[in-house]
């Protein structure tokens, strides 16, 4: 089916600028070596900082919902950054999917060894439960969404090499699984919307419920995104 | 020496050595790799930036914009993989010039 | 305020620093893509390091899992679809390529 979508003659590339051009080695070496210069007078005479950001962030912790300043920072002060990340992780997704629709290809199964799905046996649940701990533990130390979600991610591309399971190209669940982060974080948003007029400004007593609902529809929304986006690239 | 100013001049380092490898090289996977150490000498700028703020605790909001920097990387890389590979199918190569041993 | 380091972290410091920009180098330079992807991999774990020396533990933990390990994953995958690319389409795409080469060269 490949040689279909093939075309008899290989088609030639666009060229990029600097085909053919003979001296871009010396000339990117010379303009990176420039490049590395003028940063590094610019960083050798930046100003000893005033500090008011990290003040701020420390006097107004009490009131965020959480004991961590980054997982404040991320889930409540600059909370609509992140919705946008997990919807660009999705997109990302949408993307790649679409890149190899036509491709047509399916996973191949391999035959793994007995040694390998014992140990994942024995792997699989510890990580789980190190990723869960790794999610609530974010609220008073370091951890949170992102770690735990690409503990889980790594878990199942592990998984699918220790004991054989290909997944399907496509299935309602995992497209649910897929938008959970998003979905949940835009439902939080509308919420906090409608009851106060801000978008994603959490009331003060449900801060840490709300951060901590988000954060698990992430954890999964980014386990499945970069699970599903390893089997993209891997697929023949 | 303070430990963010050897980490902030490491960052700088290895953002030229990226930008350089994503200008001179010829293969697309190698400019994808270059790219990442690029992204990641980004990272260790702003971290070393953030840990001479001189608080007890290091400012967090770079840390937050690192971490979703991260992830947007990974994200990216993942992204520009898949169109490598399905520009390899389409046309059989892989690389802005045809030189197989760049 | 941060008191002044003592000799010894200074020294891990600057082996680190060190180590990283030399697997950048290698990872850069590197002509085969495999060993490169590899490099690349090792270099994130010590950036994961260099995470944990400026206190940012929380980017460690991501970096360790997405930066190094996901992206060296990615990385490695995407390098075995292409040999296979390659493989499969040996009688067709590149054999056109090179006898067109070689009509163009004659011409």
Not at chain 2, 23 to 42: D, E, K, S, W
Not at chain 2, 51 to 65: E, I, K, L, N
Not at chain 2, 75 to 82: E, K, R, W
Not at chain 3, 62 to 74: C, R, S, W
Request: aromatic share 8%; with cysteine.
């Amino acid at each position: 089916m490949l040689t279909e979508i093939k075309p008899k003659r290989a088609p030639s590339l666009p060229e990029s600028p600097a085909a053919g051009f003979p001296f871009l080695r010396p000339a990117a070496a010379v303009s990176a070596l420039l490049l590395f210069g003028v940063l590094w007078e610019a960083f050798r005479v930046l100003p000893t900082p005033r500090a008011s950001l990290p003040n701020l962030v420390r006097e107004t912790l009490p009131l965020s919902g959480v004991a961590n300043p980054v997982t404040a920072v991320i889930l409540n002060f600059r909370s609509y950054d992140t919705l946008i990340e997990i919807a660009v992780l999705l997109l990302t997704v949408i993307g790649a999917r679409a890149a190899t629709a036509s491709a047509g290809a399916r996973l191949s199964r391999s035959v793994p060894e007995p040694f390998l799905a014992a140990f994942f046996r024995l792997l699989g649940p510890l990580i789980i439960v190190i990723a869960g701990y790794l999610l609530w533990i974010g609220k008073h130390a370091p951890g949170g969404a992102f770690q735990a979600g690409s503990l889980l991610g790594s878990a199942a591309i592990l998984g699918m090499f220790c004991t054989g399971w290909a997944p399907p190209a496509e299935s309602g669940c995992q497209a649910a699984v897929l938008c959970l982060g998003t979905i949940l974080f835009c439902a939080v948003g509308m919420g906090t919307y409608l009851a106060e007029p801000n978008f994603l400004h959490y009331p003060i007593p449900w801060a840490g419920t709300l951060i901590l609902v988000i954060e698990t529809g992430c954890t999964l929304s980014i386990a499945a995104a970069l699970f599903v986006l390893f089997t993209i690239c891997r697929r023949t | 020496m303070e430990p963010s100013d050897l980490y902030g001049s490491v960052g700088i380092a290895l953002f030229a050595l990226g930008i350089y490898g994503a200008t001179a090289l010829g293969q697309f996977m190698r400019q994808v790799l270059a790219l990442n150490v690029a992204g990641t000498g980004v990272f260790m700028f702003l971290i070393a930036i953030a840990h001479r703020a001189g608080t007890p605790v290091p400012d967090p909001v770079p840390h937050a914009m690192v971490l979703t920097g991260i992830v947007v990387a990974v994200s990216a890389t993942a992204f520009i993989l898949v169109l490598i590979g399905r520009l390899r199918d389409l046309s059989g190569s892989s690389s802005a010039q045809d030189d197989r041993d760049d | 305020m941060v008191d002044s380091p003592s000799f010894w972290s200074t020294a891990f410091d600057g082996l680190l620093c060190l180590m990283i920009l030399l697997l950048g180098w290698r990872v850069v330079f590197t002509t085969d893509l495999f060993r490169a992807a590899l490099t690349f991999f090792v270099f994130g774990l010590l950036v994961s390091l260099a995470w944990v020396r400026l206190q940012a533990v929380d980017l460690a933990l991501a970096e360790a899992a997405i930066g190094a390990g996901l992206t060296g994953a990615l990385f490695l995958a995407a390098l075995s679809r292409l040999r296979r690319s390659s493989m499969r389409g040996n009688g067709s795409a590149s054999a056109e390529r090179d006898s067109a080469e070689g009509e163009s060269e004659k011409c």
